[in-house]
Each structure stands twice: as structure tokens, then as C-alpha cells.
């Protein structure tokens, strides 16, 4: 297998889903603005520094869908689309996925963001294999837990090696924009960043990995 992994806050998209789900909670009047917002920036400013507690921010996250059905939240879900994310997908980053499609390589959207926010936007971009941070679902509601491990930092690694099962990979690529998926991309044989962060920009000079703009 030849394999390109794809992260997708600040890499493929020009944003973050995580923080603007949360902005657009507030902005749509569905959740205690000064809360939510305060307790959004806060998760966020602990991700970019490397200390999130990836359990205690996605139940932070969760805690919304547990109050409303699926029907409401699939809209809702088109409506944060629509309004926030489309304009933020990175047209270079349709580029980087349809190169590798054209060259047959099995193509996986990796992030430390909940499937319920970032798998309708992989599937955007035209990535149907998917590793997310999993919201617990049971009878078909969600319970607001996190199941499984939280795919962030080291965990990547972890949840990837399950997806694989076995298989066999004999060439990867992993492109992303953060000092938090350092193993990820130092996992890779190739190891792209884009638009880095400082601390990644510097580990990518120090080990010649490519580093490639995508904002333009």
C-alpha cells in the first residue's frame, strides 16, 4: 500500500472545525455565549500549545449533541458548512488529494477533531476513509463520551496502526500544519508541512521535510 494522510484543520482547510463549530454555536444563539465562548478559546489556545486534554475538550464538544436529535444536528451540521467551512477548503489541498488519487494511493483524512464535525468535511474534499476522535453513540444517541482513543499526538499513531489491521505500507505521506502531529509526520516517509506553526516550521528545517503554502 502506498498511503497519503491527510490532517485537516489548518492543513486542508483554512481554519479550524473544532473552534468555528463552537463559534458557530455562539453566533447562532444555541449555547450560553460568554461560556461556551470563554471555554472554546481556552481548549483552542491548550491545543496550539501542545497541552490539550483531548478527552476533557471533545466532551466539552459532545455535550451539545446529547441535547438535540440526529435529523436537527445533520442540519445543522449543512448550515455550519455552508456559512463557514466550504469557504475556508483550501484549493490546493483538492489539489495534493487528487495527485495522489491519480497515482492509486490509498488516501486517509487523520484528525484530532470529533468525526461528528470533520467527517461531512473530508467527504467535501472527496475522502471517504476517515480517523477521527469518536463521539459515543449508543441506540443512536450520542452520550457525549469520547469512545475509544482519542486520535491526538501519539494516539494518531495508535489509531492509524488499528485502521492498517496488518497491512502492509510500503510508502506514506502525511501532510500537516502542527507541531502536534510530529510523530504522524515523522511516522511518514514523507513528511510534508504545510503552513506550519513555529515550533513545526523549525523541526521541519531541522529534518528537511518539504514545508509547501497552501493558503494561496
Not at 29 to 35: N, S
Not at 43 to 60: T, V
Not at 116 to 137: C, D, H, L, S
Not at 189 to 213: F, G, Y
Request: hydrophobic share 40%.
Amino acid at each position: 500500500m502506498k498511503l497519503a494522510l491527510f490532517d485537516l484543520d489548518h492543513t486542508l482547510l483554512n481554519t479550524d472545525s473544532d473552534h468555528s463549530w463552537g463559534e458557530f454555536l455562539v453566533n447562532e444563539g444555541l449555547v450560553d455565549a460568554i461560556h461556551h465562548r470563554k471555554m472554546n478559546d481556552k481548549f483552542y489556545e491548550d491545543y496550539k500549545a501542545g497541552q490539550l486534554d483531548p478527552i476533557a475538550y471533545n466532551e466539552f464538544v459532545f455535550d451539545f449533541l446529547t441535547k438535540h436529535d440526529n435529523t436537527y444536528l445533520t442540519e445543522l451540521h449543512e448550515l455550519f458548512m455552508q456559512k463557514v467551512i466550504r469557504p475556508k477548503m483550501r484549493p490546493k489541498g483538492f489539489d495534493a488529494i487528487k495527485h495522489h488519487q491519480d497515482q492509486g494511493h490509498a488516501i486517509v483524512g487523520i484528525t484530532a477533531t470529533s468525526d461528528f464535525i470533520t467527517a461531512p468535511i473530508f467527504r467535501a474534499f472527496g475522502i471517504t476513509e476517515i480517523i477521527a476522535t469518536n463521539a459515543e453513540v449508543v441506540d443512536g444517541k450520542y452520550t457525549g463520551k469520547v469512545t475509544g482513543v482519542p486520535c491526538y499526538q501519539t494516539g494518531k499513531l495508535t489509531r492509524l496502526d488499528q485502521w492498517l489491521d496488518g497491512r502492509q505500507v510500503d510508502e506514506s505521506w502525511a501532510y500537516s500544519d502542527s507541531i502536534n502531529d510530529r510523530f504522524l509526520l515523522e511516522y511518514a516517509t514523507h513528511a510534508i508541512a504545510v503552513n506550519p506553526d513555529d515550533r513545526l516550521e523549525q523541526l521541519a528545517k531541522e529534518k528537511s521535510w518539504k514545508i509547501e503554502d497552501w493558503s494561496i
